[in-house]
């Protein structure tokens, strides 16, 4: 997309029975063009999710996968609402404007704790640390963060999941 034309993100996948809300900061063109959450073929989330759960969620149609994360207790949603960005990559973003994260506990009366995947998702952590539940900082699932092997990602992200008993 060229950087000047200002990207809507995707809605947020939460309910009433949200206990953990992973929160990255803004999808990715493929994601944006799917009109799904973590679309990118190489991005480890929905592998993460599939290890801890122990269940093909890439081999489920989306609707599926996504009913199967709320009955699991887990929302997914992204620090920003819109923004300009040529590509997909974080450090592309301009003029981002917040999604309303101050209202995450009404959306979510059972939660009990934010996850921010990446670093650029938890620079909104000085936001998320003000609604009384704990914030986590998860490394990043997008094929960018090559630092991490799965393993480290998957030992990272399972501890979160089981700490909100969602594992």
């Not at 799904?36 to 929905?46: D, G, I, K, S």
């Not at 704990?134 to 700490?163: G, M, Y």
């Amino acid at each position: 997309m060229p950087p000047d034309t200002l990207l809507q993100g995707l809605s947020p996948v939460i309910d009433t029975r949200t206990r953990l809300i992973v929160l990255g900061s803004f999808p990715s063109v493929a994601s944006l063009q799917a009109g799904e959450y973590y679309a990118h073929p190489r991005n480890q989330f929905w592998p993460l999710l599939s290890a801890i759960w122990s269940v093909d969620l890439r081999a489920q149609p989306y609707g599926e996968r996504l009913r199967e994360v709320q009955q699991r207790g887990l929302g997914i949603w992204d620090v920003y609402a819109h923004c300009r960005r040529e590509g997909s990559l974080d450090s592309a973003i301009q003029d981002a404007e917040f999604n309303d994260l101050a209202g995450l506990k009404q959306q979510a009366p059972q939660l009990q704790a934010i996850a921010h995947n990446g670093g650029e998702s938890a620079r909104a952590m000085r936001f998320t640390r003000t609604l009384g539940v704990p914030v986590l900082r998860l490394p990043s699932t997008s094929p960018a963060n090559a630092s991490w092997s799965f393993e480290r990602k998957l030992a990272a992200w399972r501890e979160a999941f089981t700490t909100v008993g969602i594992a």
